[in-house]
């Protein structure tokens, strides 16, 4: 089954500051991948979908921006860190057909 | 558009109690559904899902879930609940699609197990 590595666990960053989070996956090929945001209390919101190499979607505006440079590898980032951008982030791949989700232990962001 | 709605934000219980977690969803077209727990400060691991057939899914640590499309529900339960399942419980749908499967989620329920 699928493996989705995501790091740093935590990181604590001022605001005006960029941001990198990377993920990577295991165990598929041509998977879809999503990075999602929890806030702290509350559900997970759906920031970006890749559907391909360089394919991306973005489900709400902000101030974040992806990046799928290698079909395995999703990358999070942000030029100037905003207080708001403070969670939790999730990365999250899916087969073809269906199958469920497989996720990253998560990021911790802490933007100070 | 799909969406979830999960009506309990908070359902606290006491141990070796049953307990259900609500969640409905909407869609136009036909969709496959999932239940995740995640414990603090960790990813999301899945429960069980619903993808065809039987109605009534079994999933891991003695939950299951029962489909309803009249009712466009897929309420999470277990019989007698452990202090260990105090978590975050998220119910989730996918679209049945050829292309891709966009997996949305709702707000979340978290269970608190009392001694």
């Known amino acids: 089954s699928q493996t989705i590595h995501q790091w740093p666990a935590t990181l604590v960053q001022p605001v005006g500051s960029p941001l990198s989070l990377e993920c990577t996956v295991e165990?598929?090929?041509?998977?879809?991948l999503y990075w999602y945001r929890q806030a702290a209390g509350r559900g997970l919101q759906l920031l970006f979908y890749s559907v391909g190499i360089g394919q991306i979607s973005s489900e709400v505006p902000q101030n974040l921006s992806a990046s799928r440079p290698q079909d395995r590898q999703f990358i999070l980032s942000s030029k100037k860190l905003l207080l708001s951008d403070s969670g939790f982030y999730l990365c999250?791949?899916?087969?073809?057909?269906?199958?469920?989700?497989?996720f990253g232990q998560g990021t911790r962001l802490t933007v100070v | 558009a799909q969406s979830v709605t999960q009506l309990d934000s908070q359902v606290p219980v006491f141990e070796e109690a049953p307990v259900e977690l609500r969640c409905n969803y909407s869609s136009s077209v036909s969709v496959y559904l999932f239940w995740y727990v995640q414990y603090p400060n960790q990813g999301l691991q899945l429960l069980l899902k619903y993808l065809s057939g039987s109605t009534l899914v079994k999933g891991i640590n003695g939950f299951e879930a029962e489909f309803n499309k009249s009712q466009t529900s897929f309420h999470l339960r277990k019989p007698s609940v452990h202090i260990s399942d105090t978590a975050e419980y998220f119910c989730?749908?996918?679209?049945?699609?050829?292309?891709?499967?966009?997996?949305?989620f709702g707000p979340g329920t978290s269970l608190s197990v009392i001694p």
């Open positions: 165990g598929t090929s041509n998977p879809n």
């Open positions: 989730a749908v996918s679209e049945v699609r050829t292309s891709y499967d966009k997996v949305i």
């Open positions: 999250a791949c899916t087969g073809r057909g269906g199958t469920e989700a497989f």
